[in-house]
């Protein structure tokens, strides 16, 4: 289907202050983005960069551009029809999975983890988030108080291979890169149980104008029942799969096929709760240099049936997350069978 590589970095705290610091993946996405387009682009303002005729006259070439805000004009992909054939912007390479936001001060010498999942081309350039994450660490993270906090990233595991450390003789090597596809195939159990819950641990930011149920306050879709689900996973990955899976692409005949399938069977499984909150927060952005919304459902659903069919979507799923902002760790789920 497409490539994937999943590392864990570890970090240690280079200062204490109690102030809590919030919304840790948007943090990280903001600081990989500011010191990639430190180094890549050739744009003097990141907010600049990345749209309409200048992006469309001079991006091509811009590596800050592929990796970090993908659009037509600059990819040099050819995407014709569903999923993507008639969007401008295209979902981005990679995925941030932090911890939900610290409620209260790291102390100097504490440590903290996160997740980043690279698609496509990024996990031939892997260097880059290792890299990025070292410079942002020495800026720090930025608290409510406005003060901030270095890091230092004292360890990146390659999650593929067991936990295997990155650096080997003070070299950093390549993480392993596996199709995502077969890789749960690998992991698929022997059967599925007939009940499964879903916890969608940070907010799932979804817009559908036709969707069964919208929050009034935000216009966001909140799922009613499974059909709502695998349809949003089936377009998180169908754009990942156009966008990134190269020879894998089968067209749009197998495309529909493969959709269509999946939800008509979708609607044989039965709903038996669906417990979802509207959560609204901000997140700072470096590129605005502002607050932005950071706005989402969270909760828990549950369902009974056969899930034979969409094990495979829905382990995928959880590891490429779903809806909008994913590369700010929106949209996490774990499924409990």
């Not at 995407?79 to 995925?95: D, E």
Request: proline share 5%.
């Amino acid at each position: 289907m497409f490539r994937f590589s999943k590392v864990e970095f570890g970090c240690e705290s280079l200062a204490a202050n109690p102030a809590p610091i919030e919304n840790l993946g948007a943090q990280l996405r903001g600081g990989f983005g500011a010191v990639l387009h430190e180094r890549l682009c050739h744009h003097e303002h990141a907010g600049t960069c990345g749209g309409g005729a200048q992006a469309a006259a001079d991006g091509d070439g811009c590596e800050y551009l592929r990796l970090f805000k993908p659009c037509r004009c600059v990819t040099g992909e050819t995407l014709a029809g569903r999923p993507l054939g008639n969007q401008h912007h295209l979902p981005a390479p990679f995925v941030i999975s932090a911890l939900p936001d610290a409620e209260r001060g790291i102390r100097a010498g504490e440590r903290f983890s996160f997740e980043f999942v690279s698609l496509g081309a990024l996990c031939d350039s892997y260097w880059y988030p290792v890299a990025a994450f070292e410079v942002f660490g020495a800026r720090g993270l930025r608290r409510r108080d406005d003060t901030r906090t270095p890091f230092q990233v004292v360890a990146v595991k390659d999650q593929l291979a067991g936990g295997r450390s990155l650096f080997s003789d003070r070299r950093l090597c390549p993480p392993v890169a596996r199709d995502i596809e077969r890789t749960i195939g690998e992991w698929l159990p022997a059967g599925a149980p007939p009940a499964l819950e879903v916890a969608f641990l940070t907010p799932v930011s979804v817009r559908w104008a036709k969707a069964r149920r919208l929050d009034a306050a935000t216009g966001l879709a909140l799922f009613v029942d499974f059909y709502d689900l695998v349809r949003a996973v089936l377009d998180r990955v169908a754009g990942l799969w156009q966008l990134y899976g190269a020879e894998g692409w089968r067209g749009q005949a197998e495309y529909y096929r493969w959709y269509n399938q999946l939800l008509a069977a979708a609607r044989s499984i039965q709903t038996l709760q669906a417990d979802l909150r509207i959560e609204q927060g901000e997140r700072y952005s470096h590129a605005h240099e502002k607050d932005l919304p950071l706005t989402g459902f969270v909760g828990k659903m549950q369902f009974a049936g056969d899930f034979t069919p969409f094990l495979e979507l829905l382990l995928i799923g959880e590891i490429i997350h779903l809806g909008q902002q994913t590369t700010n760790g929106l949209g996490r789920y774990s499924l409990l069978f």
